[in-house]
């Protein structure tokens, strides 16, 4: 469901926004393709919300413009601009009641009262809450009174929904459930929609694409296929949790897009399109998916043998992958579904299917990419 | 079931130990001579049309008084609400604590500051006089003016401390979804701001309508004997006309009224309780020029309303302005320290049979005996109210009772009851605890109910015996609300007014009653000792609520 980028609808160009001396964004620039979600994913203080807001007009970047349908909203106040806000802890107004809640929009609208009724009967179908109009807010449940919140910004008919963090504050089972609920309203109204969080599942789920948010910039941006096989910066692979990142310098360029790195743990070989020169200092990415376990005790180091690892089956196999086998003792075993977390001695995690036993030294054939 | 039943019923019995003193006291010290003013009011000498038409009109005047005073309080305390809450600028603690300081003022202090300023003898005056020979020019606010002055002073604390505390538990992120979903500024106000803050600015109007409406000293003082509300009179009846069917009737209207205010005031708070923001929105710097504006000269128009009567009252203390009484030759104008040298002389003819100095004795003496006694009672309540059982949800309210009706009132049923024993000074510090118990009570009770008991059964099982639980958990977490609580009962003691000016014996006066003995006397030097008085009542209570902040408890002193 992308869209090419001269359908955008929003565009941010270049904004940047201080507090006091304290620069909390720069140069952010980005498009917003109609009925596409774009999920500006970040730790807690890298400007996210803030970003939010100055697209809602509730604060005012230093520099940069904002367009929506080529229209420049500086001057148009956050009561013109037909944006929904969802919030982390709802907001919802505690002194209505759950209809009053969702007509807001409408009454301030001064729509008539039979448009109201059918418009936020209408929202409350949406978000699966028929028959609550007359419910107390503050009787709801957290999932609820989300529903509500997301209800009463839809009613409004938004050109633009946002979302901060909507679903931080409930439960596993019931944000999965929801995240759900929302994508396919998303799908089926095709309202644009930013949403923002800290939270790479849900933002990998939801978004048709990610913009990471480091230190007030974009440091990536694709689609989260494209984002997962491709996180370009040590940071986003450690943020997004990718595998084990690990430091090396380059020894030498072995044939074409190859070259050989050192590391604390061992020498790799990696295939990289970038140019490298002899002991620069790289990052390495070693995917905790293992290629192969070693089947036949190495011939240096007495290792068990374990069975041979078919999981995951769509990595596919890099070159010269014989030397990029990770050795270590086993220090601990985490069990998680289907596979069991291993980490080894030197730090390094891997999935493996069987568990070894803790002490056990063991050899494992993982991916390793260069990060640049 | 069986046990837990039994373990309820052990738990329900082991307070009534707790209550036995308390209930002592406030049986012989509060229902008792509550029931004789009830008996005497139910008097047939009572009813005359006389009487009738005496009541109806101190009650209206009471009320109108008050009715306006609150409206005046919520004109300023709303904005300054917002200020405090929304705003960050320089000196602003200082601007706060300015316009908290008032309210925790004994009355009579709060009198003396505004005559020294704008009374027929203040500041104000004596200087217009020397500014226009021509007496035409000069303002002298009448004595209903400095009376509604005083009440906007002593008040609008409650209504920043109130309001503010709404306003900065009012989730931003409402005003922000509003604005989103088509709001307008002003419709923001109307439809979201406005009534999330409705209960608490009510809530506010009534506790300031029930300390104008229970205002005694101020009114006594600032008041010229020409404005009476229903404490003045039931003063001026007793002391005065000899009246006491009369004056028991009134204390009855006004116990009536403000149980009523009181019931409908905490009714508000119970459902006052929706819209808890997760975090208070973060006060910030005026951002816009309108902000900058009304910043300003709000700032300005609080730090001269609030200042200038604090410092006016010192400042008056040290500063000869007109003759004293009696005095031959020139005289000498500005600075002197007389007014406090007198105060240690003993003069014939004097208000006094002793030494006005011997006063400040007094007051702390009975403050001191205070304190114990109301430690000593407040103690066993509020660790039997920490764990409420259907004895303490009727005690609760009653042991509270005190604190709503008026203090003349309770100084008539000490007449009235124990009127044998009215040559004893004793009689005044049981009168002060009764006033100061509801709050040593309020003050200990949350300290007590915060004690967690997992934190003793943790102390204990990190190997603490029971007393080193008691020294290590209980004893350093109460300290300081004992302290809070002393402190209380200490200033309570010192600024009390109403009870006191009607059983202080005249040989025993405490630093209130003769501050008011000195106003009501002429002459400047008079006029210039109730001053130093005033100033030194003034400095005892700002070191004891200095000495309340700094040990200030989370959750102490909310009533």
């Known amino acids: 469901m992308r869209v090419n980028s001269k359908m955008s ?39 996210k919300s803030t970003l939010l807001r100055m697209i809602a007009g509730l604060e005012t970047p230093d ?129 644009p929609a930013i949403y923002v969080t800290h939270d790479q599942e849900e933002a990998f789920a939801i978004a048709d694409r990610v913009l990471i948010l480091h230190e007030g910039s974009i440091i990536c941006e694709g689609t989260p296929a494209e984002v997962w096989a491709n996180p370009k910066s040590a940071y986003v692979a450690k943020f997004l949790g990718l595998g084990n990142v690990i430091d090396g310098v380059v020894k030498w360029k072995m044939q074409n897009n190859e070259w050989k790195v050192e590391s604390g743990i061992g020498e790799f070989v ?68 289907d596979k069991y977390k291993i980490t080894l001695d030197n730090g390094l995690y891997v999935y493996l299917k069987d568990a070894p036993k803790v002490g056990r030294k063991i050899s494992v054939k993982v991916k390793v990419e260069c990060l640049g | 079931m069986n046990i837990s039943r039994l373990t309820s019923a052990r738990a329900h019995l082991s307070t009534v130990p707790l209550w036995i003193l308390p209930l002592t006291f406030l049986t012989f010290a509060f229902f008792f001579p509550l029931a004789r003013i009830s008996f005497l009011t139910l008097s047939t000498s009572t009813f005359n049309v006389e009487n009738l038409y005496s009541a109806q009109r101190v009650a209206w005047f009471t009320f109108y008084q008050a009715a306006l005073s609150t409206l005046l309080t919520l004109l300023l305390g709303i904005p300054s609400a917002i200020l405090f809450s929304h705003f960050d600028f320089r000196g602003k603690a200082l601007l706060r604590a300015l316009v908290v300081v008032p309210f925790l003022l004994p009355t009579v202090v709060v009198a003396a500051a505004f005559t020294s300023l704008i009374g027929p003898r203040g500041l104000f005056s004596t200087f217009q ?63 979201v701001t406005a009534p999330l803050l409705r209960p608490s600015i009510l809530a506010a109007a009534l506790l300031v309508f029930l300390f104008d409406f229970s205002s005694f000293g101020v009114i006594l003082l600032l008041g010229d004997a020409q404005f009476s509300t229903l ?30 205010v009181s019931i409908l005031y905490s009714r508000l708070m119970s459902r006052n309780s929706y819209s808890i923001a997760p975090r208070p929105a973060p006060a910030h710097k005026p951002n816009n020029f309108k902000q900058r504006i009304f910043t300003f000269a709000l700032c300005s128009l609080l730090a001269v309303c609030f200042a200038l009567p604090l410092a006016a009252l010192p400042f008056r203390s040290f500063t000869r302005l007109e003759a004293d009484r009696g005095q031959r030759g020139e005289i000498h104008y500005g600075f002197t320290t007389d007014y406090y040298e007198e105060l240690f ?215």
């Not at chain 1, 160009?13 to 720069?26: M, N, R, V």
């Not at chain 2, 300290?479 to 009870?499: H, M, N, Q, Y």
């Open chain 1, 9 to 47: 609808i929003l565009a941010l160009t270049s904004i940047a926004k201080s507090y006091g001396d304290k620069p909390l964004l720069q140069n952010i620039s980005f498009t917003l393709g109609e009925g596409e979600t774009v999920c500006l994913l970040g730790a807690s203080g890298s400007g």
């Open chain 1, 63 to 191: 520099l940069g413009t904002i367009f929506f349908d080529d229209f420049d909203l500086a001057s148009t106040p956050p009561h013109l601009r037909d944006f929904g806000l969802v919030f982390q802890d709802y907001a919802l107004f505690p002194h209505l009641s759950v209809k009053d809640n969702v007509a807001f929009g409408l009454k301030i609208r001064r729509v008539g009262q039979a448009e109201i009724s059918e418009r936020t009967a209408n929202s409350l179908k949406l978000v699966n809450l028929e028959g609550f109009e007359q419910r107390n807010v503050n009787d709801l449940s957290g999932g609820e009174q989300q529903r509500v919140a997301l209800a009463r910004a839809l009613t409004i008919r938004p050109r633009l929904l946002m979302f901060d963090e909507p679903l931080g504050a409930l439960d596993k089972t019931l944000r999965e459930g929801l995240l759900n609920e929302l994508r396919s309203i998303l799908r089926r109204t095709k309202i």
């Open chain 1, 270 to 337: 990696v295939q990289c399109k970038h140019k490298h020169s002899k002991g620069e200092e790289v990052c390495l990415l070693a995917r905790p998916f293992v290629e192969q376990s070693n089947r036949w005790p190495s011939r240096r180091r007495a290792s068990i043998r374990l069975e041979r690892q078919k999981f995951p089956a769509a990595v596919s196999r890099p070159e010269g992958c014989d030397q990029n086998t990770i050795h270590g003792k086993v220090a601990d075993v985490i069990f998680q579904q």
């Open chain 2, 129 to 191: 006089a020397s500014l226009f020979s021509l007496s035409s020019f000069a303002f002298h606010p009448s004595p209903f003016v400095l009376i509604l002055a005083a009440h906007v002073f002593y008040n609008v604390a409650i209504v920043i401390r109130i309001v503010g505390a709404a306003l900065s538990n009012l989730n931003p992120k409402l005003e922000d979804t509003a604005r989103s979903l088509g709001a307008d500024p002003l419709h923001v106000w109307l439809n």
């Open chain 2, 231 to 260: 404490e003045t009179e039931i003063y001026f009846q007793t002391v005065r006309q000899f009246n006491l069917p009369l004056a028991a009737l009134l204390s009855i209207i006004q116990l009536v009224c403000t149980l009523l």
């Open chain 2, 345 to 559: 002389v003993n003069r014939r003819g004097s208000v006094f049979y002793a030494p006005p100095i011997q006063a400040i004795f007094n007051s702390l003496l009975y403050a001191s005996a205070t304190v114990i006694l109301s430690l000593l009672l407040g103690f066993p309540a509020a660790f039997a109210l920490v764990r409420p059982t259907r004895l303490e949800k009727i005690l609760d309210p009653l042991i509270m009772l005190p604190l709503g009706s008026s203090t003349v009132m309770l100084g008539l049923g000490f007449i009235i009851t124990y009127g044998r024993w009215l040559a004893s000074p004793w009689l005044v510090p049981f009168a002060h605890t009764l006033v100061a118990l509801p709050f040593v009570i309020r003050a200990l009770q949350p300290a007590i109910a915060s004690i967690p008991e997992r934190l003793r059964q943790a102390a204990a099982t990190l190997g603490a015996s029971p007393f080193e639980v008691w020294w290590n958990v209980d004893l350093p977490i109460l300290r300081r609300a004992t302290l809070a609580a002393v402190t209380f009962a200490f200033t309570i003691s010192l600024g009390e007014f109403g009870a006191t000016l009607l059983i202080a014996r005249p040989e025993y006066p405490t630093i209130p009653v003769a501050i008011e003995r000195f106003l009501s006397q002429p002459g400047g030097l008079n006029y210039g000792q109730a001053m130093a008085m005033a100033t030194i009542l003034m400095a005892l209570t700002v070191i004891s609520i200095m000495l309340v902040e700094k040990s200030r408890f989370p959750n102490a002193g909310e009533f």
